[in-house]
């Protein structure tokens, strides 16, 4: 099934969903109603008990440019916020990203700026092109962030190396982006969309309840500290009802 947006494309394989921000005269650059369209879209798969994988990525040259400041009109940025306007329907995309049960992959083909690289962050795993660009231009623009890059930026990377890409706000390349371990893997651009189906692949053809019990037990990881982490993981019941089936040929 394929559903076509004028800002957001839905593209599904079985247990699989592509999403495809989709601007690309524009560099799928972000506006208002993309993040609620996308928000929309996100609040329907992770309702869906079918999806294993959510890919998402961006048409043309870009993953997203960013947020498209011209699309605020006339109002007034202040201390630096994009304002609710954005912020609102974006926090409910990241955090729709990251606690969906549904695995999700950024799949970043091109540039990834600032907010852009905020979603992205949300996902599970990023896969990128050696050739994307990557940068967060918060304090370029006289910016901060209020999409969660300065939580999950350190996390991934380290408090170094985060703080080094925000002050400097250099852009930086999909190699040195999975040497820093902000990405899982690369590939050639003209590779990347077999890369991506490798990956999904891989991850797709496995327990359905193990994805979903790893993706909140890792997610506990990020946020608790490692004795409360731990007993969270020793307390908490997940279903999975394909054990046997799985175990069926080596007992």
Known sequence: MTTNDEEVLQERDGAVVTITLNRPDALNAITPTMLVTLGDVLEGLAADDEVRVVVFTGSGRAFSAGVDLKALGDRELTNGKVGDILDLPARKVTNLLATMPAVTIAKVNGFCFTGALELALACDLIIAAEEAKFGDTHAKFGLRPTWGMSQRLPRLVGMTA?????LTARSFSGVEARELGMVARTAPLADLDTATADLVTSIAGNSAGS???YK?????????PLTEALKYEADTEYPISDTAERLAGFR
Do not use: I, P, V
């Open 211 to 213: 994805l979903r019990s």
């Open 216 to 224: 909140d037990l890792y997610r506990q990881t990020m946020e608790l």
């Open 162 to 166: 985060a703080r080094e890409l925000s």
